[in-house]
C-alpha cells in the first residue's frame, strides 16, 4: 500500500488542522494505521493508532482529548483531527499502515508502510 499524507499548514496556538492520509490499493480495510510526529531535534514519537474497523483508538498522552484519529474504508482514508493546537505540536506528521495484529502499535516497527510526512507548524 502507498500512503500520502496531506492537509499539514501553518495554525495559531488553539486552531485546528485535519490531516489526511489516502492510501492506495484495495485492502485498505485490512490495515491498522497510525499517525506519528517528528519535532525538529526529536525522534519520531507516536501520535494515535486505530484498529482495522474504526471501532478501537489509542492515543498519546500528550494527545489525548485534543487529537481524533477515525477511517473511512470506503475512501481508503484516514484522518486525524486536531484541535486546541499548541506550539509542541509543531511537527512532521507521518501516516503509517500494519497488517499485525499484536498490541505493539506504539512503536515504529509495528508498522509496514509509511508516507511521506506533512509538516504542522503552530504558532504562539
Known amino acids: 500500500v502507498q500512503l500520502q499524507a496531506s492537509g499539514g499548514g501553518l495554525v495559531q496556538a488553539g486552531g485546528s488542522l485535519r490531516l489526511s492520509c489516502a492510501a492506495s490499493g484495495r485492502t485498505f480495510g485490512s490495515y491498522r494505521m497510525g499517525w506519528f510526529r517528528q519535532a525538529p531535534g526529536k525522534e519520531r514519537e507516536f501520535v494515535a493508532a486505530i484498529s482495522w474497523s474504526g471501532d478501537r483508538t489509542y492515543y498519546a498522552d500528550s494527545v489525548k482529548g485534543r487529537f481524533t484519529i477515525s477511517r473511512d474504508n470506503a475512501k481508503n482514508t484516514v484522518y486525524l483531527q486536531m484541535n486546541s493546537l499548541k506550539p509542541e505540536d509543531t511537527a512532521v506528521y507521518y501516516c503509517?499502515?500494519?497488517?499485525?495484529?499484536?498490541?505493539?502499535?506504539?512503536?515504529?516497527?509495528?508498522?509496514?508502510?509509511w508516507g511521506k510526512g506533512t509538516l504542522v507548524t503552530v504558532s504562539s
Open positions: 503509517a499502515a500494519s497488517t499485525r495484529s499484536d498490541s505493539y502499535y506504539r512503536r515504529e516497527g509495528f508498522y509496514d508502510h
